[in-house]
């Protein structure tokens, strides 16, 4: 049986894939701080007959995400796809020097994507098999004001990933995809606390039908499911009236 470990498998996208992926018959190890919320999922997933584990672990400790390899191998034996999905989006204009958000936005998106995929390569390099899917965003492959840190997060996903791809596809059959959402209805913007992005965004906020992260989880199926020769690079997904 597949396996998929989902970082951020606590709430909204990550929460969406980890159903999605069961439903395609991947064996699914939950992770995120919030293990009451994981061990609820847990138990939705057994009663309808898929398999689950669910490890507590913050994305930002090294040690952390080894132990949540560790489970995944203990329990089923691989690691066939990691979903890189734990982010933080704490918006600011850069006038407002939000130092302490900058420092956590670039410790959960880029170490905790880092840490993430340490943990795996070492078995999906010896397996000769794997998959890692990184969500990125449409702020990683254009930037817009207020976000100048979360799109370098963003930007340094699409790095990482390509990386991957050159190095790890040949010689290891390791494959590489980012997903870059657009707007989604999750708690993602309860992490905003700089008052004046709200007000910004005001007009937008009012007018743009959002996503459901179901829609999100279905493009990342997509790209999980493929034949070993078929790579997906790049899925973009977002709202129909949304333009940037
Ligand atoms: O947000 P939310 P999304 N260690 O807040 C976890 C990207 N994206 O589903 O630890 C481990 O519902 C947190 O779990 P917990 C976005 O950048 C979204 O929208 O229990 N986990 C929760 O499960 C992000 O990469 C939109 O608090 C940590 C999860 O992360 C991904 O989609 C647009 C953690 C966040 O779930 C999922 O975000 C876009 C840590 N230190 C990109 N810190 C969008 N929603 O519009 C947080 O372009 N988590």
């Not at 919320?37 to 952390?64: F, M, P, W, Y």
């Not at 493009?219 to 009236?241: G, K, M």
Request: with cysteine.
């Amino acid at each position: 049986m597949k396996t998929a470990i989902i970082t951020g498998a606590s709430s909204g996208i990550g929460k969406a894939t980890a159903y999605a992926l069961a439903k395609e018959g991947f064996a699914v190890i939950l992770s995120a701080r919030s293990i009451d919320k994981l061990d609820e999922l847990k138990s939705e997933l057994l009663s309808q007959g898929h398999k689950a584990i669910a490890i507590k672990a913050d994305v930002t400790k090294r040690n952390d995400m080894k132990e949540v390899a560790k489970a995944a191998l203990d329990e089923f034996g691989q690691i066939n796809v990691l979903v890189n999905n734990a982010g933080i989006m704490p918006l600011s204009f850069m006038k407002n020097l939000h130092e302490d958000e900058w420092e956590q936005t670039i410790d959960v998106n880029v170490k905790g994507v880092v840490n993430s995929i340490a943990a795996v390569l070492p078995a999906m390099m010896e397996q000769k098999d794997g998959h890692i899917i990184n969500i990125s965003s449409i702020a990683g492959i254009s930037v817009f004001p207020t976000g100048a840190v979360y799109c370098g997060t963003k930007y340094a996903v699409e790095a990482i990933t390509e990386g991957i791809r050159l190095e790890l596809t040949a010689p290891y059959n390791i494959r590489a995809t980012t997903i870059r959402p657009g707007a989604v209805e999750t708690n993602l913007m309860s992490t905003i606390t700089d008052q004046e992005v709200f007000a910004a965004f005001e007009p937008m906020l009012k007018s743009l039908k959002f996503l459901a992260s179901e829609d999100i989880a279905k493009a990342i199926v997509y790209a999980a499911i493929q034949d070993p020769e078929v790579s997906i690079d790049h899925v973009c997904v977002r709202p129909s009236h949304q333009l940037m």
